[in-house]
């Protein structure tokens, strides 16, 4: 069945010949970065992001840039569908996209992690039931998703969603279950349609309110027959009925209203409908026809957005979402791009005319109205076409005598028109009187001077001068034979400041000058004196201290009346275009300029330029003005058949809303919870902020400073990053400011963080250092102090055995010397055995003193020497008595042994040699030495008679041999009385033995 709203688009296409448009969009497609033109939903979070969902992936807008989600086919960590369909948010920042077969993703707020989840349930296929229509997040932290598969809910504690299982009202034959949120209410009511039915589920009580349970008494389930899907009017649900007119029903009111009931049926079925609260109207967006806007009050439609074409129209598309975010810019998601406009921006409007074949040649608005100047006729903008005085007639150019006459240039001379009274009068027609070129040529500008002179100029170059009151002709200038008297080129401009009279041509003249005196005009401001001046001057305007020149295409000329010297501002410097039509000066000083590219603002104390509007651009290069200011604070401007007006008041000023979206190190971005600290090593930092201006980015200034470096203002333009390279270690804390137009610098936001030095250069290193230096010459003290008693005890230890080898032995020479030169005379005999003792002590104590000097000697401390030590002793001792002495060595004989280890395995050695030569008796002997695991082994045995063994002299018996091994550390094992002789076994642990801090330096001992 056809729906009809009789009336609407036939009121849309009956349109009146003048058209006021109020509304331009400014449009984002894939050339300013969306990933896709195809939009589906748009989303404004918390923090004052714009997320976009598209056909092909999700986007994230700060005003300056794009920054994009895909899905990556296997990677579980990407988006799982580039098709997005639905966005929110969650109490905890996160951002839930529902998509279009892939199911649900939520991209973390703090780590931009991406967790997607898959929807199942046995009612519906998975490939529906992943087809998002709507998500909601409820106060409890619970997700509801609706699917063309059904219901699910996540509760918040669950890491999956879970389906609901309604029993609906709807028809068997609609087994996909199709399900769309309609809106969510504060009481945990979701308002949903099944089959174009309407339903309500109660998510707290876990009931379904629908035609067959309504024990309420609701009237959307008794008279809402077919169910628009409304986005984003909270408490509203549309409907058509069978008649086909548009109804909205109040959940809380449970009231069922007609929209606009003084309107007939619909002709198109309504696919969607927003709610503009900007424009207090209703979008209704429809398959069959172009969207439109149904005021609310008065039930006006607009529809030309998406009808006319103009830059700034939205066009036929489908429109699938509208959101008006916190700024009050007014988003529209559509199959053609993103456009947004600002409710709070300037106040714009355009006039377009159907009527192709008309141009405007001019615009003034005075006490009776705004006229135009057409090629047929003076009209009023209310009223274009209608004509309103010298029909017929081309009218080129007004001049504001007073506030109700007018003086108009035609076709056919000056007129003059009152326009109170509605009176026209030719008062200096073009004849050969005034000798202007032909007849029907086109007055360029008029201008009445100081001595109340009126001055007229036109396109082929003529300037006559005329008394205001009888009309006469006091001068005229037209083309010379002479060139230096009078420019061939046409005029353009005219401007007077304090009786100087300046005039613009056209054709590289530049600006001469009215010289009162002589009654004549001389060149003044041209390209041969000022070298890269476009002397084409579409308008002028004077101060006392500079003369400004409109050039056609060179921008705005700035000339010194001091230094005589010439300065241009361009598009380089920020003008919006080079073409400056008119100059319109303001009462602050400032000027308005009108350019083939827009509108800006100039300040001349400051040379700022503020860009105004660029929605209107001249489509081609004009020889004609193009600008005037009106009675209400506007500026007008044209172009052929088009009127453009801006509203002046109020657009230096515009709330800014400024955050700090981005923070990378090395390109690296860090979540919020990473910024703090840094490493020495992460001191190339990029910082990206945002004043989320989404219409006029270029309107944004910018500047910054980065306290721990410096507290100066750095302006940055209107770029939105900063980079900081090879930042030293320290605190820092980077503040950003903004503001608009040139206006009031707003509140810096300001974020900190701290770059650690290098851990050589942290107070703790330090710390360590000194404990480590302290430790080291602590170590010294130690060891120093070690080594002296080390060599206390040595030389205690060679005192003793000084004392006890030597000692003894010179004490019994000492005797037995006395007693020999005693008995020397009476007791030869006896002297002898004496002289004997001496000479065997003596000996024994020069052994000593060799064993004690050797023992001590540093070069004698690997084990190879303390085996050739006992295998010399060994032989001296034994072979004389024919005892064959055999060695088994097991072990490196480069093993490094302590000085006391090998004095006492040598005395050990040597007391057990000594032995088997005095007692054993033995024909054979043997020294064993071999290492089991750190345990070092030395057996001696022999053959003997297995007798025991006594103590010798000097204390180097048995006792001593045990008494020297407890010193090292270690074990002697004496086994005597065995069949064949004696074995003693010495065991000592190799580290035991092995230390060689040899406090005695070798040049000190001589063997």
């Known amino acids: 069945m056809r729906f009809l709203l009789g009336g609407i688009f036939v009121l849309i296409t009956i349109v009146s010949d003048a058209q006021n448009i109020t509304l331009f969009y400014k449009r984002y497609g894939v050339e300013e970065g969306l990933s896709d033109a195809s939009c589906n939903e748009v989303f404004e979070d918390y923090r004052g992001f714009i997320w976009v969902g598209t056909q092909g992936g999700l986007n994230r ?12 086919p296997g990677d579980s960590t990407t988006l799982c569908s580039n098709t997005v369909t639905q966005i929110t948010e969650s109490a905890d920042g996160n951002i ?3 998509t279009y077969g892939g199911g649900i993703s939520c991209i973390e707020y703090l780590t931009q992690k991406i967790v997607s989840y898959r929807l199942k349930t046995e009612d519906a296929p998975e490939t529906r039931s992943n087809r998002i229509t709507g998500i909601e997040h409820l106060s409890d932290g619970k997700i509801v998703v609706s699917t063309e598969g059904g219901l699910f809910i996540k509760e918040q504690q669950e890491s999956e969603f879970s389906p609901a299982h309604l029993k609906l009202d709807v028809s068997p034959i609609m087994s996909r279950r199709a399900c769309y949120l309609l809106y969510h209410h504060a009481s945990e009511k979701l308002w949903i349609e099944f089959s174009e039915n309407v339903h309500c589920y109660d998510v707290r009580e876990h ?20 169910i628009i899907t409304n986005r984003n009017v909270e408490g509203k649900i549309f409907s058509t009925d069978e008649e086909g007119k548009l109804w909205s029903y109040d959940y809380e009111k449970d009231e069922l209203t007609p929209i606009c009931p003084n309107l007939d049926s619909l002709e198109i079925r309504p696919h969607m409908i927003f709610y503009s609260e900007v424009l207090e109207s209703w979008l209704i967006s429809s398959w069959e026809k172009p969207a439109f806007f149904l005021q609310e009050k008065n039930c006006t439609i607009d529809a030309t957005p998406f009808t006319e074409k103009y830059k700034g129209s939205v066009g036929d598309v489908r429109i699938r979402k ?14 053609n791009g993103l456009f947004v406009r600002n409710a709070k921006d300037v106040q714009r409007e355009l006039v377009k005319f159907k009527d192709d074949v008309l141009k405007i040649n001019h615009v003034l608005e005075n006490q009776d109205g705004c006229w135009l100047a057409t090629q047929s006729g003076i009209s009023r903008t209310e009223s274009y076409p209608t004509c309103e005085a010298f029909c017929d007639h081309h009218i080129s150019y007004f001049y504001p005598k007073n506030d109700h006459e007018i003086l108009v240039g035609t076709d056919e001379g000056v007129a003059i028109w009152k326009s109170q009274s509605r009176q026209e009068q030719i008062l200096m027609p073009f004849t050969d009187s005034l000798k202007f070129s032909y007849k029907k040529d086109i007055v360029q500008f008029m201008h009445i001077d100081t001595r109340g002179r009126l001055w007229v100029g036109n396109w082929s170059g003529n300037l006559i001068c005329v008394d205001t009151t009888s009309y006469q002709t006091i001068y005229h200038f037209s083309r010379p034979t002479n060139a230096k008297e009078w420019p061939t080129s046409g005029l353009l401009s005219i401007s007077e400041y304090q009786g100087e009279m300046l005039i613009g041509f056209n054709g590289g003249d530049g600006v001469w000058k009215w010289d009162e005196q002589h009654e004549k005009f001389s060149p003044f401001i041209s390209s041969e004196n000022n070298p890269g001046l476009v002397a084409v001057i579409d ?21 010194s009346r001091q230094s005589g010297q010439m300065k241009y501002h361009s598009r380089s410097d920020g003008l919006p275009g080079d073409f400056i039509y008119n100059i319109l000066p303001n009462e602050d000083g400032t000027m308005w300029l009108v350019t083939n590219a827009g509108v800006c603002s100039f300040h001349p104390t400051d040379e700022s330029i503020s860009i105004l509007n660029t929605d209107f651009v001249q489509e081609i290069p004009l020889y004609s003005h193009s600008g005037s200011e009106s009675l209400q604070d506007k500026i007008w401007f044209w172009m052929q058949n088009n009127l453009y007006s801006i509203q002046l008041h109020g657009n230096a000023s515009q709330s800014i809303e400024l955050a700090i979206t981005g923070f990378e190190v090395f390109g690296h971005p860090r979540n919020n919870n990473e910024i703090a600290e840094l490493a020495y090593h992460e001191n190339y930092i990029t910082i990206e902020f945002s004043a989320f201006n989404f219409t006029h980015q270029e309107r944004i200034e910018y500047s910054y400073k980065l306290s721990g470096i410096s507290e100066e203002w750095i302006n940055h333009g209107d770029q939105s990053t900063v980079n900081f390279s090879t930042l030293a270690d320290g605190e820092y804390v980077f503040h950003v400011r903004a503001r608009y137009n040139g206006g009031a610098w707003s509140e810096p936001t300001s974020i900190a963080f701290v770059i650690y030095p ?20 602590y170590f010294i003290y130690r060891y120093r102090l070690a080594q002296i008693l080390k060599m206390q005890q040595m030389r205690n230890r060679i005192s003793s055995d000084l004392h006890d080898d030597v000692g003894a032995s010179l004490s019994s020479i000492n005797i037995f010397s006395k007693v020999a030169l005693k008995k020397i005379k009476d007791n030869p005999e006896s002297t002898e055995r004496m002289l004997e003792q001496i000479s065997q002590n003596a000996t024994e104590m020069m052994d000593s003193m060799s064993d004690i000097v050797w023992s001590i000697n540093p070069k004698n401390d690997t084990l190879n020497s303390l085996l050739n030590r006992i295998k010399q002793h060994s032989n001296e001792v034994l072979s004389s008595l024919e005892i064959q002495m055999r060695y088994d060595i097991a072990i490196q004989e480069n093993q490094q ?3 006391i280890a090998r004095k006492n395995i040598f005395l050990i050695c040597k007391e057990a040699i000594n032995n088997i030569a005095k007692h054993s008796g033995a024909k054979q002997a043997s020294l064993k030495l071999h290492q089991e695991g750190q345990t070092l082994l030395l057996e001696i045995m022999d053959d003997g008679n297995g007798m025991e063994i006594k103590s010798g002299k000097g204390g180097n018996g048995m006792s001593s041999m045990i008494s020297r091994a407890n010193e090292m550390g270690g074990t002697l094992i004496v086994e005597p009385n065995q069949p064949k002789g004696t074995r003693i076994i010495l065991k000592l642990h190799i580290t035991r033995i092995s230390d060689n801090n040899d406090p005695l330096p070798s040049s000190h001992l001589q063997e």
Request: charged share 15%.
């Open 61 to 72: 807008f700060d005003g300056h840039r794009f920054i994009h989600f895909y899905h990556k």
């Open 322 to 335: 509208l959101l008006t975010d916190s700024q009050g810019n007014e988003w529209l998601a559509s199959g």
């Open 96 to 98: 839930w996209v529902g």
């Open 758 to 777: 290098p851990f050589w250069r942290r107070w703790w290193f330090y710390a360590l250092v000194m404990i480590f230096l302290a430790g080291i010459v």
């Open 207 to 226: 009931v379904l309110y629908s035609q067959k349970n309504n024990p309420k008494q609701w009237n959307v389930f008794a008279k809402v027959p077919n």
């Open 897 to 899: 042994l302590s000085m």
């Open 539 to 559: 308008d002028i305007h004077a101060d006392d201290k500079y003369i400004f020149l409109g050039t056609h295409g060179g921008g705005l000329a700035q000339w």
